[in-house]
């Protein structure tokens, strides 16, 4: 056989992994960040605006910011106000716009007198006095608004940290079709990364994604150059994105020990724990409650079922060595500024007091650290769930489908 | 080149068309599903997988079959699929294709939802916030979506010995007809779990067969006269009483949407209207048609329009016609884009989506939503009306809405909110998260143009989803209109 015979053989062999892969990240298509723009501004903005009880809400931008996504990627200073009615009036003062989107264009200079004909009760500005990523204007820019406004209604001023929190993670059903193919597109990718897998050979940083394995004493290798082991229970976390809108999945796999044909029983029985736990967390979580208080929700019922919460992912040698521990962080996911400032059901993040709206795009983020007490004293398996959820008016919905088993690794 | 290297050549290049033209056509997840569930399970859909309909099957087993059943009072649903609903011809069509037997396309509209073409399903309410799923009888294509599989019958297939064996080990059961072995065992089933209501899968009162999209997935008036009967005599009296038509639990069930579902909707993901613009050859103004140019319809149009005569008319400038979705003008010569009617002609088709968006509520009649957009049109300054014909008689100067909004992609078409259709299909509750294809045509009257002629534009179905917020779309729909040079 001649060389170009084996090189169009080779590329025939090389084609299907080529051209098979089902699934591409979306690109953004301007037809769909419009109708997410102008969805969000029609069904999101007025309420989140209510709820908070802002009446105005000036975004100055003068660079590409976070919200580049939801509102456009031009500078000018945006300005929501709420004069009644089922919409909230959409203005850009001194930039450039898509004319189907917002209302008014005016120039910057009109700023002081745009606002006072408008009498605004509570005026929400992009800025915060913590430490925050929400806080997108400049100092200079701060001072000068502030000033423009004029005492009178500078008083009325607030940090529009809260809002613009609610504001992201409202979803619109264009987001939540967006969630669920990009769920698929990691959950694929996983896959993929699970097939390259060799035992003793391949190292997690061969692997991509958030590469983790833990001993029975909960000793992590995570990213590092550990070479897989046959017995090691490893987790692939991948991101997949369009935009700044991303989310994060999981999957689970274990390698076979020689002489092993299946999951040994104790591998089994962790997965029970997750299908049990995914259970209670998914009848017990409501849109409307905040983050922390659905957490004391979910632990009691952990506890009633006979588990043990950690409130850190690491095992609690102390508590009952009969009981699974299992550790709670089901951050938002799609339109985040960050897990910290985004709802949150967890025992940490200024998220955390935020409430959990309709649709809420996030993970069931869950830890379970299992005692083997056969293989001794505070030995313990260990693996992490990480599913892309929805709340709806029936409760937890999954988008796609969750992580069906712990894949078998020969 | 010698022979073999032409051969390897061939092979490779047979091979890489095969795979390119793969990007844009997926294996279906089950045969005719791209057909039947149109706009979710499109062969061009990357998303809608084997896995993706396993994964709605349970969704929808979890969250849609508890409430369906409780709120229509059946604590149990009786489903029977029979074999002989797709038939030996259709297994003959296919049997070359590299399919498995239950991948073979049945006609009950509930074969994907069930992943079966030939089953008796139980599902039973025994409490708690889930429903028992039984395959009493057959094959599914998901069995870990169901909680008991007790297999074919032995008997489902009656020229083999296994029947000789039973009739002869068994003489005191043998059933007086072998049309008894069909539901062998389900009188003690049913006892056993003693419902109170029990939903079988027959027609009573809907016209679901004639009433429903004949041409993707009509529904079916149900199981047979025959099937009828001996279900009713294995049940026997105290149980058969209990039977009742399940044919709003089949609408309901098949009409709510998990989330699952609703991803699928949203398309392939790009949402752009770069892939749906057609990208045409040079249109010679005077020769071009619209059939040359694949197009559906002139929006140009006299009071008295009449399509297909206008199918072999060449297309002139100042014309404006649709293809797919899309609306077309071509421009005169000095035009850098469409004159100021057309523009408002589209600003009017904007405004009747944005007053349909606001004005359609979960848990209404498509009648009553009907009513409701009617009202809002003529508020602001627009007619209704009834068929999608440009009504010369009213006022000239107000814009004409036709209205035909419905369930898509499941072949039910209800609800509806339209004038069209059987009565069940409007008098069916608006439930939450329903694909609604949203389906309006505007007639803008110009004039200016001349009396009665008007600019038409048919939406085809935009894909709306119904939340507590009114309709949202997961795709989005047209932006504007194309100017051709």
């Known amino acids: 056989m001649n060389k170009v015979q084996i090189l169009l053989i080779f590329l025939s062999i090389l084609l299907p992994k080529n051209l098979h892969g089902q699934f591409e990240e979306p690109k953004a298509s301007p037809e769909l960040m419009k109708l997410i723009r102008e969805q969000k501004f029609d069904v999101i903005l007025p309420s989140v605006m209510r709820d908070n009880e802002i009446d105005m809400w000036i975004h100055v931008k003068r660079k590409p910011d976070f919200f580049d996504f939801e509102f456009g990627d031009k500078p000018g200073v945006y300005i929501f106000t709420d004069r009644g009615g089922n919409r909230i009036e959409r203005a850009v003062l001194g930039g450039q716009i898509d004319r189907d989107l917002y209302d008014i264009l005016a120039p910057e200079s009109s700023l002081g007198k745009f606002v006072s004909e408008r009498n605004p009760k509570h005026i929400a500005l992009n800025y915060t006095e913590r430490s925050s990523s929400f806080k997108t204007i400049s100092l200079n820019d701060y001072k000068k608004t502030l000033k423009t406004l004029g005492k009178k209604y500078s008083k009325r001023v607030v940090p529009s940290d809260r809002l613009a929190a609610d504001y992201l993670a409202g979803r619109v059903i264009a987001e939540i079709a967006l969630f669920g193919r990009l769920l698929m597109i990691s959950t694929e990718i996983i896959e993929r990364e699970f097939n390259k897998i060799i035992p003793g050979k391949t190292r997690l940083s061969d692997i991509s994604g958030n590469v983790f394995v833990r001993d029975y004493n909960g000793n992590e290798e995570n990213n590092t150059d550990y070479i897989v082991q046959p017995g090691d229970l490893i987790g692939i976390l991948h991101d997949a994105n369009m935009m700044d809108f991303s989310e994060h999945n999981g999957g689970i796999g274990y390698v076979l020990r020689k002489g092993e044909t299946n999951l040994p029983p104790e591998v089994k029985r962790i997965w029970e724990h997750a299908l049990i736990t995914r259970n209670i967390f998914r009848k017990n979580i409501t849109a409307g409650a905040t983050g922390v208080e659905q957490l004391e929700i979910l632990i009691d019922k952990l506890e009633e079922a006979g588990y043990v919460y950690i409130d850190k992912d690491q095992y609690d040698k102390t508590a009952d060595p009969e009981k699974t521990q299992v550790h709670i962080d089901f951050h938002a996911m799609g339109r985040i500024i960050s897990q910290e400032e985004a709802p949150r059901i967890s025992p940490t993040g200024w998220g955390k007091d935020l409430k959990i709206p309709l649709y809420h795009t996030f993970t069931f983020e869950y830890m379970i650290h299992m005692p083997v007490p056969e293989f001794g004293k505070g030995k313990h398996l260990y693996i992490c769930i990480h599913d892309g959820v929805i709340v709806t008016e029936r409760g937890v919905e999954f988008p796609a489908a969750p992580i069906q088993g712990i894949r078998i690794i020969r | ?485």
């Not at chain 2, 599914?140 to 039973?166: H, K, L």
């Not at chain 2, 079916?220 to 279900?231: E, K, N, Q, R, V």
């Open chain 2, 1 to 485: 080149m010698k022979k073999v290297t032409i051969f390897p050549t061939i092979a490779f290049i047979s091979f890489l068309f095969w795979e390119l033209d793969a990007q844009t056509d997926y294996p279906e997840a089950m045969v005719g599903i791209s057909h039947a569930y149109y706009t979710s399970f499109d062969s061009d859909n990357p998303f809608a997988t084997k896995e993706m309909l396993d994964h709605i099957r349970r969704e929808k087993f979890d969250l849609v079959l508890p409430r369906v059943m409780r709120e229509h009072q059946i604590d149990m649903w009786i489903h029977v699929i029979r074999p002989w609903t797709w038939s030996g011809n259709e297994f003959r069509r296919l049997e070359h294709m590299n399919l498995n037997y239950k991948s073979i396309d049945s006609s009950d509209p509930l074969r994907y939802e069930f992943g079966s073409n030939a089953a008796v399903l139980v599902f039973t309410d025994l409490g708690g916030d889930r429903i028992e799923r039984v395959v009493f009888e057959g094959e599914v294509e998901d069995p870990s979506a169901f909680d008991i599989i007790r297999g074919q019958s032995t008997f489902i297939n009656q020229e083999n010995y296994e029947i000789m064996d039973y009739v002869k080990e068994n003489p005191d059961l043998v059933p007086g007809s072998e049309m008894g072995y069909r539901f062998m065992g389900l009188g003690e089933f049913v006892a056993k779990r003693d419902p109170k209501r029990i939903g079988v899968n027959y027609a009573e009162t809907l016209s679901l067969a004639e009433g429903s999209e004949t041409y993707t997935l009509a529904l079916t008036d149900g199981i047979s006269f025959a099937d009828h009967l001996h279900l009713s005599k294995t049940l026997g009296n105290e149980y058969a009483r209990r039977m009742v038509s399940a044919e709003h639990l089949i609408l309901d069930y098949l009409t709510r949407s998990v989330l699952g579902e609703i991803v699928l909707f949203g398309g392939s993901g790009q949402g752009s209207e770069e892939g749906r613009i057609q990208q045409y050859n040079p249109i010679v103004p005077g020769v071009t048609t619209l059939m040359d140019v694949d197009g559906g319809w002139y929006c140009t149009r006299e009071w008295d329009h009449d399509e297909e005569a206008f199918t072999s008319v060449p297309l002139q400038r100042g014309d404006m016609f649709q293809s797919g979705q899309i609306p077309y003008y071509i421009l005169k010569k000095g035009e850098e884009k469409p004159p100021q009617d057309v523009l408002r002609f589209w600003d009017e088709v904007v405004k009747v989506r944005k007053i349909i968006s606001r004005n359609v509520r979960v848990g209404e009649t498509g009648r009553k939503a009907l009513q409701r957009i009617i009202d809002k049109l003529e508020e602001a300054g627009m007619a209704y009306i009834d068929r999608d014909r440009f009504d010369v008689t009213l006022d000239p100067e107000k814009t004409q809405v036709h209205l035909d909004l419905h369930q898509v992609g499941k072949g039910v078409l209800a609800p509806r909110i339209s004038p069209m259709g059987p009565r069940w299909h409007s008098d069916k509750k608006i439930p939450l998260l329903l694909t609604l294809g949203v389906e309006y045509m505007v007639h803008m009257p110009v004039p200016d143009w001349g009396k009665g002629k008007h600019l038409y534009y048919c939406s085809l179905h935009e894909r709306g989803v119904v939340t507590e917020r009114g309709v949202e779309f997961a795709l989005p729909p047209v932006s504007g209109i194309e100017s051709i040079r």
